[in-house]
């Protein structure tokens, strides 16, 4: 079976073992610290978090900050929001879902920009702006010049509010809940600031990936 990759903090570590290593040396040089928006292990150790099982239950619904610090069994644990204390093994042992749900409700609460961008600068028949030759509304795909994820992670990092570990799906696809309109309201504003989008073939984006 081929070693399973793993992405956190947005590097991607060849195996579950490659990953170990790098956060027992995270977690080493965070030892007694408060890790909070924009400290340099922040996403990672997010990311890390987002991947648990049951990242809601330890949660309690949002993220605010991790400490690492000496559990009761005498080895050094991180703990989410300061008092509960997770498994990074659980987190690699399992699909990184709420991750993925997270980026699903982002993507989703800046579907109205995409689309104002599209109505206000599409013209058929204009040139792909990755291989120049004409798009029709067909095959026409809004892309994002600095990558989605880049965006997304650069938020994540900034200081802001709790991030949500839980979602609405009671209707189309994955939304935030109405409780975190202050997290969505601040997200779709540095989505505005920072997303630079361009009208481009569906195909000539896929291929870009
Ligand atoms: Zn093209």
């Known amino acids: 079976?081929?070693?399973?990759?793993?992405?956190?903090?947005?590097?991607v570590y060849a195996s579950k073992v490659a990953a170990t290593e790098a956060i027992r040396?995270?977690?080493?040089?965070?030892?007694?610290?408060?890790?909070v928006p924009g400290h340099d292990d922040w996403l990672f150790l997010l990311s890390l978090f987002l991947r648990h099982p049951d990242a809601y239950v330890k949660s309690n619904g949002t993220v605010s900050s991790f400490v690492v610090k000496i559990g009761l069994g005498g080895s050094l644990g991180c703990y989410v929001n300061h008092f509960t204390d997770f498994s990074y093994k659980k987190c690699l042992g399992s699909k990184p879902s709420v991750l993925n749900d997270l980026s699903a409700a982002m993507r989703k609460a800046v579907v109205a920009q995409v689309v104002d961008?599209?109505?206000?600068?599409?013209i058929e028949l204009m040139n792909c702006e990755l291989c120049g030759q004409p798009i029709s509304r067909d095959d026409l795909h809004i892309d994002h010049?600095?990558?989605?994820?880049e965006i997304r992670d650069s938020f994540l990092n900034a200081d802001h509010y709790p991030v949500p570990v839980v979602f609405d799906r009671s209707g189309?696809?994955?939304?935030?809940?109405?409780d975190d309109w202050q997290f969505s309201r601040a997200w779709c504003l540095f989505h505005l600031g920072e997303a630079v989008l361009?009208?481009?073939?569906?195909?000539?984006?896929?291929s870009r990936r």
């Open 25 to 35: 040396s995270v977690y080493k040089r965070c030892e007694g610290e408060v890790i």
């Open 117 to 122: 961008f599209r109505d206000s600068n599409f």
């Open 145 to 149: 010049v600095k990558p989605f994820r």
């Open 1 to 11: 079976m081929p070693a399973i990759s793993v992405e956190l903090g947005g590097v």
């Open 198 to 206: 361009r009208c481009v073939h569906s195909a000539c984006n896929l």
């Open 172 to 178: 189309e696809g994955v939304v935030f809940l109405s």
